[in-house]
């Protein structure tokens, strides 16, 4: 019997080097699980079932590497890609791990430490596109304060500015086809990051040279670590046409970034999100990677960290039936019908001054529409069922 669940390419799952190869460490313990080898861990991905892997330069290349180590390193990865199968969607640059970037790495004080992360940032951009990257994440993680007595956070974000205006340009210099992904988080490592929502990233975006360039990457977990709905800033960051990449984990409110297996703390918002990415509810589907940025819990060894990868992928395939499933009931339908008035919609937009005096010549009875029931219960109740597989 065939799975309907199974993952094909075309679901298009990804995960992080970084991901699967998590070995557990934490702030009050050190790993628990062996480092895996990067060419393991995509033939691994392969057999499972994922379409790609994505990567920090220094998930496959050592710091200190030297040139023609990188050159061996690199050409031994495509290999095991090529064999398994397996594409490389997106790149990212490590800015956070080493020392030198301890207080950040574009908005740093030090010019020094400013030059090397763009020195960093142009040679895994290099690395990115050699491996097929079309898409490239900043995630700054270093970029924030414990003290804001360090620095004014407007030279901050203009020189932030600066580092994503730069690389823009070296970008199109290349001539890569390449686009930049800006991820947002509030908060861990630093005491408070810059840009800390998905909201944040999009209006930044705007302000730079290139916008045309950059999109967002929104986390589930970070953008519920600020207490906000990822829902709603995924639908904002569509409706822009500025989702450029996705990172798929769960998290619970208000805690560390926990990076759960996917749908594991919110199955409900987990499907909510795949009816919009799937377009099921209607609106365009989203093509681009399911990219799962989550770890294994720490309790696992080798074996559960396999569990949780196919985890994350199943749990998908599942709430995607069940949006579907959801999406095409008919009560659903009737409940959620587009309400259209021919004789006031025109009016509620492009202005006119006779369009102000139509509206204000409507009779509307307030009362009876206040007191009328949404059904909003019922919906949700219907979706609570679906989810639960009970209708
Ligand atoms: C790091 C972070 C993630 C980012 C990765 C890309 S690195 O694991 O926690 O949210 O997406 O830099
Ligand atoms: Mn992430
Ligand atoms: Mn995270």
């Known amino acids: 019997m065939t799975d309907r669940y199974a993952p094909k390419p075309e679901d298009r799952f990804t995960f992080g080097l970084w991901t699967v190869g998590n070995p557990g460490g934490d702030p009050f313990g050190p790993a628990v699980r062996p480092t895996q080898d990067p060419c393991d861990l995509v033939r ?19 710091f200190d590497a030297s040139a023609s180590e990188r050159d061996t390193i690199v050409g031994n990865f495509k290999a095991a890609c090529e064999e398994s199968g397996i594409v490389v969607p997106m790149a990212t640059t490590n800015l956070f791990s080493h020392p030198i970037f301890k207080d950040g790495a574009f908005t ?64 199109k210099d290349q001539g890569y086809d390449l686009r930049f992904a800006l991820e947002a988080k509030p908060n861990e490592p630093r005491g408070d990051i810059y840009f ?86 209607g609106g365009e589907r989203w093509e681009g990677s399911r990219h799962f940025d989550a770890h294994s819990y720490r309790t696992e060894d080798i074996d559960g960290v396999w569990d949780f990868a196919r985890g994350c992928m199943r749990t998908y395939n599942i709430l995607k039936e ?18 259209v008035d021919p004789a006031i919609d025109p009016l509620l937009k492009d202005f006119s001054p006779q369009k102000v005096e139509a509206l204000r010549s409507l009779s509307i009875d307030h009362d009876a529409i206040g007191a009328a029931g949404m059904q909003w219960e019922r919906l949700d109740q219907i979706l609570i069922e679906h989810l639960l597989g009970a209708r």
């Open 322 to 339: 069940r949006a579907q499933a959801f999406d095409s009931d008919a009560e659903v339908k009737q409940l959620t019908a587009e309400m």
């Open 44 to 62: 691994k991905l392969g057999e499972i079932g994922a379409w790609g892997v994505n990567l920090h330069d220094n998930d496959l290349i050592p």
């Open 108 to 171: 740093a004080n030090d010019p020094k430490v400013r030059a090397f992360a763009l020195r960093k940032t142009m040679d895994a951009i290099d690395l990115g596109v050699e491996l097929g990257a079309k898409n490239f994440v900043f995630w700054g993680g270093r970029e924030g304060t414990e003290s804001d007595a360090c620095r004014d956070p407007r030279t901050a974000i203009q020189r932030f500015r600066d580092g994503i205006n730069f690389l823009c340009e070296y970008v």
């Open 196 to 281: 800390p929502t998905t909201g944040h990233m999009l209006h930044f975006i705007e302000t730079l040279d290139h916008s045309e360039m950059v999109g967002v990457n929104p986390e589930v977990a970070h953008e519920t670590m600020a207490g906000l709905s990822f829902v709603h800033a995924v639908g904002q960051a569509m409706e822009a046409n500025k989702l450029f990449h996705i990172d798929l984990n769960s998290q619970k409110i208000g805690r560390y970034d926990q990076d759960f297996r996917f749908g594991a703390e919110d199955p409900k918002q987990a499907l909510l999100l795949i009816r919009l990415l799937e377009g099921t509810a």
